[in-house]
Structures are given as C-alpha cells and as structure tokens.
C-alpha cells in the first residue's frame, strides 16, 4: 500500500482561493486508489497581539485548530510577526515555508507520495529535491497558483475541481449540496468546447471524487450548455478556456441529447 505524506500551506491555501477547504476530503483525494496516510502536516498562522483583545477571534482560531486535530493533522503554529517600514507601514508576516520544506525533506524517505497545498513558488526546488529522492509530487491549488509550481508538480490538482473540497456559491448563502454531481445540485469544471456562432457548448467537471492514481480528462464528464446560462455576458468571450473555472447546476438532459444541461453558470477561480 502506497504511504503518503500531506503537507498544507494554510494561510497560502485560506488567502487564495481555498477559504473553507474541507481537510476531510482533501486527505480522501491524496489517498484516492489505496494510499495509506502516513504524515498529515498544516501550518497554520496564529495572530498573538489580535487575539489578546479579540475574542471572537481567538475562539474561531482555537475551533478551527481543533478542527484539524479532529481530521488527524498535526499542527505547526507559527505566530504574526510585525514589521514597520521606513513610512512607518505596519506590516504582518508568518512563514511557514521553511518549517514545512524541512519536514517535506526529512520525512520523504518513509513516503511514496506527497501532496502539498500551496501555489508558492518557493517550494519548486523542494519539489525537485522529493522527485530525486523517487517520491510522486502532487501539488492542490487554487488561485494565483505558480506557473512553475505547476510545471515541476508530477500532477497539478486544481482545488475548484474537486468535488466538495470547498463550498460552492450555494453553499455561501446557507444551501448545502450534499449530492455532489447529482441533478440539481452544483459543481464546478471547465469549458472544453464552444461555438460563438451557436451560442453553445460543453463543460467538463468530477461527478464524483477521482478514484484513480492518476488523474486524466477520460474520467470526467461533460454538461451542454447555451450561452444565455452564463451570467456575465462578458465571459463567453474567454471561452473556450480550461484555466477559467465555472461553476453550474446540472439539469437533466433534453429527449435528444445524452449531457445534462449546465444552468447559472458563473466563474469561481483561475
């Protein structure tokens, strides 16, 4: 059984794109196809001064902290340091980078796969570093990702593409799917054909979490959609485009067609 290792950028993650990630599916997508979890890591950055007179705070951290112990990670806490510039410009830091690079590198040798959450391209030569050491590299982004990230990754994994790893618009506003991929509730994928003349086209998405080592297009399915269904007219001009990620709702298909149909669509992420 393969062992793998899951390391988490949470303040990379939470700042860009991935508020709300749920670690519970995330650790069932690094261990899709049999993967044994060996080492669940998230670092994560604590606020010492705002928490002193901030208790709304302080006891959202500590809930979200929990949280992820309940999921079974270990935490690495770093605090918020404060830094004033020449103008007297306060600004806020907490690196975690090296703290999760060195236990990357010091526990790869247990490890047959690691995924790491983060678009930092800072860690492109850790990347290196595990894949000379005969480890599978997969990194889970979702905006604002680093070109080079991607491109070092054995296999980039767009986080909005996963089923249910993070809320959808619906979900925002107090409706939960719980049916990922089922008519009527909402996912999200990419626009993989259309015909400006027509005014149609299709979109590819996950009905379910990819239970391959590997994942490919061939296990995706496709949504038909008409031009109208996308709520900023603007948008139908990028398309199509697999970087551009959608979100929509699955309606059942027409008589004559085998895709279901695409409904409220918006854009979500890049």
């Known amino acids: 059984m393969r062992k793998i290792g899951i390391y988490v950028d949470a303040s990379n993650i939470g700042m860009n794109g991935g508020h709300g990630m749920r670690y519970d599916i995330l650790r069932e997508l690094a261990c899709r196809a049999g993967g044994d979890p060996q080492r669940l890591n998230a670092y994560v950055a604590y606020d010492e001064e705002r928490a002193t007179g901030d208790q709304f705070y302080r006891n959202k951290m500590h809930g979200y902290y929990a949280a992820l112990r309940d999921q079974g990670f270990r935490l690495s ?5 404060r830094f004033k510039d020449e103008n007297g410009e306060e600004t806020k830091k ?3 980078d090296l703290d999760m690079a060195v236990d990357l590198l010091t526990e790869s040798d247990r490890l047959d796969s690691v995924l790491i959450g983060t678009g930092d391209g800072d860690f492109v030569n850790v990347v290196k570093a595990l894949q000379t050491r005969g480890v599978r590299v997969e990194i889970v982004g979702f905006d604002n990702v680093s070109a080079e990230l991607k491109a070092a990754a054995d296999q980039y994994i767009n986080g909005w593409m996963i089923p249910e790893l993070v ?3 619906t979900q925002d506003v107090g409706r939960r799917d719980t049916r ?3 008519m009527g509730t909402r996912v999200r994928g990419h626009c993989s054909h259309f015909d400006a003349q027509r005014g149609f086209g299709f979109l590819q998405y996950f009905a ?3 239970d391959t080592r590997i994942i490919t297009r061939d296990i995706m399915k496709s949504a038909w959609f008409h031009v109208r269904e996308i709520a900023d007219v603007e948008l139908s ?3 199509p485009n697999r970087s551009l990620i959608l979100e929509f709702e699955l309606a059942p298909a027409k008589e004559d067609q085998k895709e279901p149909i695409a409904k409220g669509i918006v854009a ?3």
Do not use: D, Q
């Open 94 to 96: 907490s690196n975690a």
């Open 208 to 210: 379910a979490m990819p």
């Open 77 to 81: 806490i770093k605090k918020v340091k």
């Open 237 to 239: 001009r990028k398309l």
């Open 180 to 182: 990922w991929g089922e």
């Open 268 to 270: 979500v992420g890049a």
């Open 167 to 169: 809320p959808t618009v």
